[in-house]
């Protein structure tokens, strides 16, 4: 027998390791001897580097278990098809894990010391060397342990060593595999570790006592013994059925073996109603299963899939889409009883045969996370979190903060309360190091609360945040007392950080947030991307790599084929011969692209079909050219690729999606960036714009910019390059995503949520590197990726106006001025008009953000064309105020041509307090804080409009304004602190609410600051843009 990992070919569930009959040949990846008879043939995993998806990498029996193991029995696809005494041999294999070390003890020898060989530990030998939990160095001459793994994207290097710090090894240990039953002594190279630190890591690694142990007098916690003693008894019994069970099996396979032909046990699985599979050994595991049990109905989830059996249950292999596997899993289905046909009673035993109604039995054993969960209730073992120092005066600096669920104050008064406070709110679990939400939300324990679970991040109250805000500046500046008061506030069982008298003695230093040693080790969630860093479980190269796209015609010629200065892409009229596809399955974790092209030589009749294919973001993957002899060959070849990829005909009008196939990318590949670039320079023609102007219009059609913005959201920039995504592809994302949260508010299935996320990411493609795409099942997360679609749009704005044709008599910083369509003047700092402002800026910026401050470079006086006709109606409209407006610096193209825009009518509204309009505020700093300025980018810009307002409805909670009661013109979101009406001047007949802040004096509103919503945009008229430099207070550590 063999045993393989699971793959497209063998497995639709990404479980470690598969079973499945002889026939695979192969040198042993363990030894590199070539195969031998064996009574036992295993398979590791590996990411290949020529494709999207996995291959086997084949060892003997005994080399396996040097290098890896399955977790528990149910991780074996597959095992309970097997004779007993092979599942028997596979189960004391997983569970001892051992080699022999070649050291003998007892009297005669003849006892093992276990030995893990994926595991080793050993002293830094240089400072280069990074822990892949926390990403911090792991400094010389300090302990590191290593978990030997496989790089995805270079396995001809075999194992290669994965290290870190004790502390994130102990926080991990689960996710690495390191099982109860292992300690600290069974590490390679712990012998070699002087007295202490064999000591100190006895401690951290110890091994939960075994139940024979516990009877031989060994010192035991009340309730354990006989908890594991009723387990021990279950486990015999089952094992007993399972025997049973398997033996009664085997006998129908053999005896089906003995008396019929193939084509007689294909037509009993078509009599009884069940698909034929691929392979003699899989059809007698269905019929098998099928004479024992009865006939398995189809799946009522999906209406039409066959349920086959796996390791822990029934699953189903039909589809809930053209886009996603359903997931339906039970133990037991629906079925009817076996029937034998007439024709095939032609010997004894399927004469003889009779159905009995049975129910199937599956081993239950814990997952890996349970039985960690085992060593930390047993042994006592809790992995410490890390807690960055606090600055002065700020007790969050350094705390990544996840908000989940519906708490006292909204999520964006909180924001800005965490903010404050020196911290940041993700929505990202792995980035987060701490977690606000409610007791009932634990108790409740749903999707997200697990992943917090599993990731051992600490959840607070949000009686921290209070109590915490009401000290003053002095009060946490030291880590202890920051601890005391998260411990104080947990409610989870999980990640509450360690007294102080419990730290471990080894300290290699760790960087907080004021750039000074802390002393103690803490593991940590990295925060940094993973995108470009060419790691196992991260980004590849890939995304660093530029790729010049060379644009001849309607479309670019792939790079990649190495003919793009001598060929161009093939056309037929309006047809071009290019097709870039995706495809995404978050179950599986692919991540995959294709792409397709006939290329025709610029200078005679010549032709190659070029493909290229692989993972998003990473440099798996390959490409082929292929010279063809005539066109008419070319044009064949193209389109049966195209076929077999999609399902569909290159000239079918109306694309439909099947299932495993490919989808095709709606790309306008517009100009060449590098082109573009050169569209935002000077190009030696003088311009007759102010400087100040040229300045502003290098800034708005910044091409790196505009890049920065894509890749900061995950966008790839090889497979989806700047600009090259269409409005209409856009637009059905956001359709993806208003549905998506429909069906969260609805507490619909997992598959439906599941469907929508591979459709999503399909049509947007992702750098995800080699981690798995994520599920869209969160508002938070969802909110951000409209956020990015939002920035998407604008950018595709500024791409469309940069890519037009260019006057080459005229400067092209000055030919982007008049695309815009706005007149744009410098306003003279010294008038009245320009104080007015400063001052605006000067006194309203909010004492919650105190992070950064201001600095006024140049203010604009904005008018767009036709944008004061529209705005006529509301003139008398009473209630005019100059509001602000902050946006990225790459969205002004589109605001200053096309104005400020309400989210389209198939955006989620998600992320929108009061409903789909337009967001002004009369604090300076809360606008600001959507420019989303950085230290590295201190740059922003802010747009002052004149809105007309009218009647105000006044609302102190969220609420989803979808249309206004009678007589009302607009929004107001009543806020605590609001700038002193008493200083409120006019200019030109709009107030301008420049006072410095004051409390309301309102009672329970929600809001820090007001906000001002206008659901019409001919209720707005830009006056001013402002350009302003953000002096961040404190440097960040990264």
Known sequence: MEWSVPWSVFSRRPL?????????????????????????????????????????????????????????????????????????????????????????????GDAKEKVLGDFAVEYAKSNRSKCKGCEEKINKDTIRISKKAVDPEKPQLGLIDRWYHPACFVSQRAELGFLPSYSAENIVGFPLLNAADCSDLQKRLPAVKTEAKRKTGKVEQDGVSSKKAKLSDQEAEEDKLLKDQTKKMWSFRDSLTKVASEIDLKELLIANGQNVPVGETVILERLADGMLFGALLPCEECKQGQFVSESDAYHCTGNISAWTKCQAKMKTPKRKPWIIPKELQVNKFLKSYKYKPRERIFRTTQTVA??????????????????????????????????IGKMQRNKEELKKLIDSLGGSVVTAMEKANLCITTKREVEKMGRRMEEVRAARVCVVSEDLLTEIGGKDEESCMELKEFENLVRGHAISGWGVPMMSEEEPDEKPLVQDGSGKGEGIEKPKKSAKSSRGKGKFGEGSGKTEKKQKLMLKGGA???????????????????????????????????????KLQILEADKN???????????????????????????????????DLYDSKTGNSWYCE??????????PMDIDYGRDDHELQKLTQSAGIKSLLEPAIQDLMQLIFDVDSMKKAMVEFEIDLQKMPLGKLSRKQIQSAYSLLGTVQQLLSQSSSESQ?????????????????MKKPPMLDNLEYIQAKVEMLDNLLEIEVAYSLLSSNQDGDKNPLDVNYERLKAKIEVLDMETDEARVILDYVHNTHAPTHDSFTLEVQQIFKVCRDGERQCFRPFQDVPNHMLL???????????????????????????????????????MVSKSANYCHASHANPTGLMMLAEVALGNMYELKDAKNVTKLPKGKHSVKGLGK????????????????????????????????YNEYIVYDVAQINVKYLLKLNFNFKSHPLW
Not at 654 to 663: A, D, E, G, L, R
Not at 887 to 913: D, H, K
């Open 884 to 922: 602000w407006h902050g946006s990225r610096i790459t969205n002004f193209a589109g605001i200053l041509s096309q104005g400020l825009r309400i989210a389209p009518p198939e955006a989620p509204v998600t992320g929108y307090m009061f409903g789909k309009g337009v967001y002004f505020a009369d």
């Open 753 to 769: 949520i599941l469907d929508l996320s591979n459709r999503f990411f399909t049509l947007i493609p992702h750098d995800f590197g």
């Open 977 to 1008: 602190t609001i700038p002193d009406p008493k200083e409120t001047v006019k200019i030109e007949g709009m107030d301008v609410p420049k006072g410095k802040p004051i409390d309301s004096c309102i009672n329970n509103c929600h809001l820090l």
């Open 605 to 639: 009749k010549r032709y190659w079909v070029f493909r290229s294919w692989g993972r998003v973001g990473t440099t798996i993957g390959g490409n082929k050219v292929e010279k063809m002899d005539s066109l008419e060959t070319a044009i064949d070849h193209f389109v």
């Open 556 to 594: 670019a010629v792939d790079p990649d084929s190495g003919l793009e200065n001598t060929a161009h892409v093939h056309e037929e009229g309006n047809k071009i011969y290019s097709a870039t596809l995706g495809q995404v399955d978050i179950v599986k974790g692919t991540n995959s692209y294709y």
């Open 370 to 403: 349970e039985v960690v969960q085992d060593v930390e209730s047993i042994a006592d073992v809790k992995p410490p979190v890390f807690k960055p120092k606090p600055e002065k005066g700020k007790p969050l600096a350094g705390q990544s903060v996840l908000l």
């Open 16 to 108: 470690p390791c598969r079973l499945r009959s002889p026939g695979s040949t192969g040198s042993c990846w363990g030894s590199g001897s070539a195969p031998r008879t064996w009574s036992l043939k295993t398979a590791r995993s590996g990411q290949s580097h020529m494709f999207d998806g996995k291959v086997p990498h084949w060892h003997h029996f005994e080399c396996f278990f040097k290098c890896a193991r399955p977790a528990a029995t149910t991780d074996v696809d597959g095992l309970s098809e097997l004779r007993w005494q092979d599942q028997e041999k596979i189960k004391k294999a997983i569970e001892s894990g051992e080699i022999n070390s070649g050291k003998k003890s007892g009297k005669n």
């Open 654 to 663: 109306k694309f439909v999606k099947y299932p495993n196939k490919f989808y």
